[in-house]
């Protein structure tokens, strides 16, 4: 045992921020609505409580007086862990639990605390915690962790994820403890007594369990014994004398207490490996040859397996539900399952044991409990059968493991002798534990730990720390990791005395409470200081009465002059009450600890008696009167300057020393009194310099750092309220203070900069005089003494880091004064040279040096690496640029963060090494070596985890990815100096042309491309109620009319339609032609001769037609409004109403079709109805939030609302939300026995599941097939039309399957024959139509390749089905079914073609799809002889016509010769060529209807193309019908009429095919003109056909089109089926409901350009790239978007092409599903206005922007350039702000002009060359050459940027002019600034060379005025320090000598030329000044 360190024991520091605490959880309980049920009271007070027993102490009182009084409350508190809107704020999270109640609060000391989730269970909370599980990962590389919170009761374990899932676990033992682990939770099963019964043989059962997953099994854990041969053993954990005493997270260790033996011991948890599982089953296979425990463990495993046998739920895949937890999960016992959290210790403990109060328990839960939580997918309900016999036994278990886990339905039965094996999933693996021997004491005193807990010091050392109470004793193991952190090694124990601890992880210490009542900060094993808690008695009057000493009260006022020594000397002073009032708190519940000895002499005073709930720096104390007091302990420093220093010596000092500095340092910080944040800087260099052994006395400038105090006098001793008040009189006080005389004397002399520091003061006193800078002599004893010059290069180090942060400058400048001390002291003249370049004003104050003795010198440690060249960043930089080669440079791993990545930058992109951030950075980066190798294996850690794929790109492509990798942002390069940034600005300029399509968001916000970033951010985003985008926000337009609203087309998105149609008003036109929510305009004028009666019957017999259009609308609008919008989870659908009626003029009286005077068909409105519902569902987006709640929600409660909510299902179904719909509610719906509703939802149900063969859907269709069902099954009325609508189901289920079965039974179904007592006699068409579709569906384009199907003859059985002849014999089922004729109907033995034929065609036409089989294909020819053609019905023409043009898809071609070609060859002439006997009619026909196949034929294959020949070939049919038509007239009796309208509806649709989704306005004029025509043949189906065609034409309001996959043609062929009904009711033909199919093909192409600025739609031109076909080669061409692109696998490239917007390419060759993702959502493709360029809405034609006017020559531009119009050729805000406040001429003084114009012109350049964020470079530049014209230079640091900036010019462009356009470096602005600083300084170098000639010969630095030109100089012109190469240059008499010379001096040439008068003068000079001994000023 190693003993305590002690240090600074007599030092105090005060805690911060003392709080009344009481759990939060607490109040809310109280304001519970069940908190009468909790019994939540007030206790007694303390002290009457504690009279009461006063020897058992706390404990005991609490178990026996208020365990039965009150509920038992506890709570946990840990660090917030959750994302939160403020970034940055810290909070806290608490978890209470009190009775049935568990509250989870957040809350921070700023913001207050709320209730996050509150969970009320059904029995008393044994236990809360909060446990991160692992979900395994599903193809990601990384697995996700699920945050939750387990409330274990009695017998299950409540399991809530923050995610909202909730998960019930029934427990098959009862639990004594869970814990968290890494892995899951771990369970210490409770000891019975029951044991012995579950167990003759005595051998003990598993006691520790572990659950991974909630829906896993508990499953027990293993361990390996640590004895030498017992390695390769694994055993159950059955030892329940081992306790579990703590469990952490990072790493994975378990602390266990064994009671027996009295040692703890410290395990490291893991997942068990296959060897050891595959022992485990080894072992229960050999009964002979079993470890300890298994065989018991499997007999316990039978029982358990009935305890809790768990049903299946419906559709749950690889789930298997066990005993354990209700469900399993597979997790793969080998996948790791790393990840990390802030672990929360647990609270106390109530007693040393848990099995103290074990009850016995029964575990089972009731099935009430069960069923209530039973709402979330995840979570199973336990079947409790066998739970009733196993009651009283059953108290541990150990489910089988879930590899060998399986379903069982709840009649099955088990066998229950053969036990099933366990499989742990956990094993512990022992890593160290006690070697002290049990004495006699520790018998009797149990020397459990009831507190453990892990902590770090400040040097990084981490130890495991746990408290045993009953001997007062903190024991603090220090461990380490090992070298691949797998496993640790723990070292040395320490003792501290301690009666309770709590670690500080903010702070890497620990508070611990002594038996005195004393609180002590230690870090590590170091005692820090004493606690100071105000309001609380100290030590001095605790227990330990004989060190109560004299109160010391403190100065008054504490003034400048003496503040330093007080803050030195205060810890020294003797603690002392504070003047704070008492706070009394209301009397709290106090918690599990032990008494105090002396309780009489402490009653009446306030003590700590305990800590609890460490959160950061935060903790609580429990208090002797049951009051809780949250305090925290202050941090190491708040200045991030000290911090940083603090950082560098910890790094560079041996641990000890390093451990001496920084609590030395703590304990001066945060003594009592405290220091403000502005003099902490000074506090530290005081410090800091006296422990190196300096007297900050002697020295001026340290001396004078008191007088920098930044508050008053009055106040600066403590942190002192503000007033608001004052008075005159304060005023005067404050300028006759002693303290503004000390500070006027100074003010003559200005403060060097802004650094607080003054290094020229002389103080009035005159004790300088006294004290000269000889006599200053440092003290060799001090502890930081012999470490000097390594503490002086790490912070040279940390001072060149500060250099690279402009944000840093203020504090780089203040290290600075701290350095050249240190560099003077070290006699280091290049370091002193090196910062008087830097801040020449500044140095020249500082001339003390204090002088150290050759002895003592030789007593410090000189590192390798302190180099008397000192390291420069500017320097090492500029030679990177200039194209030397470079030394490696120096750096502090976790420090110099930013140089290393400037560094790597540099050698990556300037030198042109891109191995530079990989393998080679050695070569350009050395790290120094220190007292600590902890920093640099975690930096090499980190950095290992932060490399990036190498990128094969550019240098400039692999800079930015690099950069990212290493978290550098566009917020941090504006940070960075310009001058080192111009390289990075440059790399990021030559990226942003054409940015790699894989970068990452990252990658594309660096580079300024906020389009790629915004297309990625918003992947991941769930869109709102908007139907472009979440960001978008664009809300449809509110209408003002109430009607308009209702008519279910307000959802359409103007701004994108007037974006696609901006000339003319089509979309309102459409809008206006599908309403049919108003009533219709009846115009009938009544004749002289007509009644009044017969008027009104002639008006309703005209609203009668009328209304023959207003019912076929909705499929129409349906098509119109598709996807277009998002409903709200809270509100119905709105369903527009559909409405019958009529308004006549001039009286607009009403009409309606209910009077009685005509003939209504019965159920009129039925189908219409379902269609107003399909397309009111149709309009929601599939990427809506919908559930199956919700959509019940819809159902209304008015039986008129079914037929539209019938339609409302099916289009759910059609958009994919059906799925979510439980089985339940499905069952409801089919109960009803609704006719529309079991349609809606049948093939609802099956276009959701297209294609899948899902076999719940199977079942659900087949009970509506008689067919699929089995012939002895009992035989269902089902009507015909829901028979329909479950075939076309299957069909759809099955879609492009080949299912046999199913094949083989649609095949027999198309020529099912009639069945007696009228089964399937009527509407049969419909039947075998629909058999035929589904045939077809399920061979889906398979032609010949259908596998087993060769014995059913597919292609043979359809077309006989086609062409008629014999019935063949029924097989099979079928043959039972059809064994009775038909008593209705005689078709004999053969097939009726007329029923058959239409469904064969159509079967065959589908398999043989794209397939171009000839054969095939001319089976479906038309017959070529008049006599063969008499015998076929011309629509079977059309249809054989349709079939033949699919299976030769490739042969169909857009033009009229083609369509031509398919009439057959006897026909092609003239009807006077034909001969007499065939009829005029039927000519005519034949030909019309062979015709319409081909056109739509010809629509189908060229569907969504938008194709130019197809739609004019189509548009001279339709002319050519409209004028026949004509001819016709009206006449009904005309029989050419109605296939005249047949063949004219089917050319419209294939127009509308190939245009849709773009709104053709001749195809738009063609439907309204159809529209309008009411009489004659314009009946239902017509009216339908033409606003299907309408609605198909604006296809989701212009955002959708069709496409031509498999899939898609097999919708549309369903849905477009040729034979239109002639009624609204009628379905004998084709089923109504599958006209909506068509949506099935649809799919959303239109690619809309959104400004990624104002996030506006707006139009950018697209190149489109197509692939090279047989009939094109590859081909280019432009499009203004937004537009319709064509189908992606036609495409090889899209392209937002310029100059308007920045180029942004998709290659579809790689990027296929980007672009698909794309589209799917709304087609949003964000695009970036390039500068100085106008949207193409407001500069069509390009001639407003700012480049069109600058096109005659540059200069003219300038001046042309108008600052008031800057609005018109630029949006971004920066550069409309700086054109306000900086390019406008106020006042008439001339600077001020031309500044204004240098302004204006800058602008110009950087909106004209696109890269306006040079702008700030720019002004940087003109103000650093500005000042050194000015002759006004502060410091040399723009001079540094300046001479960074024309070095990469010149490189860049002059060495390399073939380089290209270089837009950021081919600015004229930069060599007008470079000549301008040339002028100034060589005018400066004529007038004072003296001055230079000075500097070069003396070795004193140059004062005066003029020292910071010079140092602007020598940095500008690549002076070295020239006092050390002087010696090179004897004997340079000579120009020629000097220039021979150049290379050693390195200086660029052309300097040296300008140089060389001066340096050739200095040379003859005499040689004596080189010896001039050192002038001390």
Known sequence: MSDVVYEETATMIAAGELQSFVPFGRDHCKNHPNAFNLQLRELQPASELWTSDCAAGLA???????????????????????????????????????????????????????????????????????????????????????????????????????????????????????????????????????????????EPLPYLFSMLHPIDEVAPVVYKPSGPFDSSRVEYMTESSSKIVFTCCQPSVIVTYDSEHGIHSVWRLRKVTSEERSMVLSCLAEPFAEPLGFQATGLLMSHLRNHSRLDTPCGSKAARFNPGAGASGVIGANSPHHYSTVHSHQSRTLMSSPVMHSRVHSPGISKMAAVSRDHSPGMAMPSLSGAARFNTTLHSSSPAGHHHGMAHSPNSTINETVPEPIIPDLCMEQLWSETTACHSLDREMSSQASKVFLTSDLCENRYLCFLVESHQQLRCVKFVESNDTSQLIFASVTNIAAKDAEPLQNIDAMLVLEACGSLILYTGVTRVSQVFVPGLLPSTFGLNNNRVGPYTPQEQVSTPTNASSRNLQRMDEAAMPSPVSDPRGPNMKHHEASFLEDYTYQQALRYIHALRDPVSNRVTLELSNGTMLRISIPDIAVSELVRKCLQAIRFILPKEAAMKVLVKWYTIYNAPGGTSPHSEWNLFVTCFLKLMGYNTERLTWTRNLNFEVPLSPVIAAKKARPCDGGCDEDWEYLLGSHYHRQMDSHSDAKPAASSGFNAS??????????????????????????????????????????????????????????????????????????????????????????????????????????????PCIFSWLSSCLQGESVPPFPYLPGVCHRLRLLVLSYALYISGDDKATTSNASEYLVKLSAGQKTSEQQYKRQTSVNQVKSCSGSLAEQLVVWLTSQGFTLKDLESVPFGVALPIRDAIYHCREQPCADWSEEVCLLIGRQDRTRQAHNMTLVKSKASVSSSLSLEPPATTEADEEEDGMSDIIQEVTGLIWSQDLRVQEVRRLLQSSKPVRVCVVQLPEVSDHEYIEEKENKLLQLCQRTMSLPVGRGLFTLFSYQPVPTELLPIPKLNLTGRAPPRNTMVNLNSGNIDVPANMPSWPSFHNGVAAGLKIAPASQVDSAWIVYNKNKNQEMANEHAGFLMALGLNGHLTKLGTLNIHDYLTKGHEMTTIGLLLGVAAARLGTMDVSTTRLLSIHIPALLPPT??????????????????????????????????QSEIGRPPGPEMEYCTDRESYSLAAGLALGMVCLGQGSNLIGMSDLNVPEQLYQYMVGGHRRAPVGASRERHKSPSYQIKEGDTINVDVTCPGATLALAMIYLKTNNRSIADWLKPPDTWFLLDFIKPEF????????????????????????????????????????????????????????????????????????????????????????????????????????????????????????????????????????????????????????????????GGRFSLSTSNSAIAALLCSLYPHFPSHSTDNRYHLQALRHLIVLAAESRLLVPVDVDSLKPCYALLEVTY?????????????????????????????????????????????????????????????????????????????????????????????????????????????????EFFCKTSGGAKHRVETVELFSAMLYECVTQECPEMLPTYVAIEQAVGALCRGEPQHSFALWQMRLVVELWDSRVLQRPAHGRDALLSSEFLPVMKNKVDVVLDSWLKDNSSALRSYIGRKALPDGPGSPMLACFLVYRSVPCLRNKLAQLQGCTSLGHLLSSSSRLGMPLRDLLRLAPVLLETQSRPRMLLGSPLLAR
């Open 60 to 202: 005991g009182s609490l178990q026996e007086v208020s365990l039965q009084e009150r509920e038992r409350e506890s709570w946990q508190l840990r660090k917030g862990c959750m994302e939160v809107p403020e970034q940055g704020v810290e909070f806290e999270e608490e978890l209470y639990s009190a009775g049935n109640v568990v509250v989870w609060t957040k809350g921070s000391r700023a913001h207050g605390s709320n209730v996050y989730k509150a969970f009320t269970v059904d029995s008393p909370v044994e236990q809360a915690l909060w446990c991160d599980f692992a979900v395994p990962p599903s193809k990601k590389d990384e697995e996700q962790l699920e945050h939750t919170v387990c409330i274990v009761q009695n017998g299950c374990i409540n399991i809530h994820t923050v995610t909202g899932k909730d998960f019930l676990s029934p427990l098959p033992f009862q639990v004594s403890k869970a814990w968290p682990t890494k892995f899951g939770l771990v369970f210490e099963r409770k000891i019975t007594a029951a044991d012995g019964q579950l167990n003759p043989s005595g």
């Open 761 to 870: 003061v002389i103080p009035d006193d005159g004790d300088l005089s006294s004290a000269p800078s000889s006599s200053c002599v440092l003290d060799n004893t001090a502890p930081l003494f012999v470490h000097i010059p390594a503490l002086f290069y790490v912070l040279h180090l940390l001072y060149q880091e500060l250099l690279l942060n402009e944000l840093h400058r203020e504090r780089a400048l203040s290290l600075v004064c701290l350095l050249q001390q240190l560099a003077r002291d070290l006699q280091l003249e290049d370091y002193v040279d090196l910062y008087w370049r830097d801040y020449p004003s500044l140095i020249n104050g500082f001339t003390e040096s204090c002088l150290i003795d050759q002895s003592l010198i030789g007593q410090m440690q000189h590192p390798s690496f302190l180099r008397a060249e000192p």
């Open 1273 to 1306: 099954s009992t035989e269902l009325d089902v009507p015909h039309n829901i028979q329909v609508a479950s075939v076309i189901g299957i069909g759809l289920v099955y879609q492009g399957t080949g299912h046999r079965h199913i094949a083989e039974v649609l």
């Open 1437 to 1596: 023409l059309l249809l054989r016509t349709l079939a033949r043009c699919l299976i030769m898809w490739d042969e169909i071609l857009p033009n009229t010769e083609w369509v031509k070609s398919n009439v057959p060859q006897i026909m092609r002439g003239s009807h006077s060529d034909s001969p007499e006997n065939i009829n005029m009619e039927t000519w005519i026909q034949v030909q019309d209807y062979i015709t319409a196949g081909a056109c739509m034929a010809l629509g189908l294959r060229f569907a969504g193309s938008a194709n130019s020949d197809a739609f004019d070939c189509l548009y001279d049919f339709a002319k050519n019908f409209m004028r026949l038509m004509s001819f016709y007239g009206t006449a009904a009796a005309e029989p050419g009429c109605y296939n005249m309208q047949t063949a004219l509806s089917m050319i419209l649709l294939s127009m509308s095919m190939v245009m849709a989704g773009t709104g053709n306005l001749k195809v738009l004029q063609l439907c309204r003109f159809l529209h309008y025509r009411t009489g004659g043949e314009m009946n239902y189906g017509f009216h339908m056909a033409h606003h299907m065609a309408l609605g198909m034409l604006f296809l989701g």
């Open 1667 to 1779: 692939k090279k076909t047989d009939w094109y080669d590859e081909t280019t061409v432009e499009l203004m978007a937004p537009t319709m692109l064509p189908e992606l696998h036609l495409l090889k490239r899209v392209r937002v092409k310029g100059p308007r917007y920045w180029e942004l390419s998709i290659d579809l060759i790689k990027e296929v599903q980007h672009l698909k993702s794309v589209l799917s959502r709304d087609g949003v493709l964000y695009v970036k206005l390039r500068a100085g360029q106008l949207p193409y809405k407001d500069d069509p034609q390009g001639w407003k922007s700012l480049l069109g006017s600058a096109v005659t020559q540059r200069s003219s531009g300038v001046r042309a350039f108008k600052l008031e119009a800057i609005s018109t050729f630029t949006s971004e805000p920066a550069l409309l702000s700086f054109a």
